[in-house]
């Protein structure tokens, strides 16, 4: 069973930055496709960012490019994403997962709310 821990999030100024850090309990980490994840209130739950096994390919929603990076040590079997120039509807709970999502395993997420 798939076990993530985000963390990270907090109530931040528009214009803030945020970094999130999701270490993650799957064996076969280092090999997998991974993202980020975010659901605003009353919304589904969107990726907005994803990066290849080795890092080398990363691709985002186009609402976040240019403002929000991933990056993974796989070492350290850890998910990042560098948050900057936050924006009100940047809010929401963000998760990460691999994707695609297999087995319905998520944690608990992490809050990020972009509020003055």
């Known amino acids: 069973q798939a076990q993530y821990e985000e963390s990270g999030g907090a109530l931040v100024q528009p214009g803030g930055s945020l970094r999130l850090s999701c270490p993650a309990s799957?064996?076969?980490?280092?090999?997998?496709?991974m993202g980020w994840f975010r659901q605003a209130p009353g919304q589904v739950r969107a990726e907005v960012a994803r990066i290849n096994w080795n890092g080398m390919s990363t691709d985002y929603t186009d609402s976040v490019k240019g403002r929000f990076t991933i990056s993974r040590d796989n070492a350290k079997n850890t998910l990042y994403l560098e948050m900057h120039s936050l924006k009100p509807e940047d809010t929401g709970t963000y998760y990460c997962?691999?994707?695609?999502?297999?087995?319905?395993?998520w944690g608990l997420g992490t809050q990020v709310t972009v509020s003055s």
């Open positions: 997962n691999t994707v695609p999502v297999v087995g319905g395993d």
């Open positions: 799957i064996p076969t980490f280092s090999s997998k496709t």
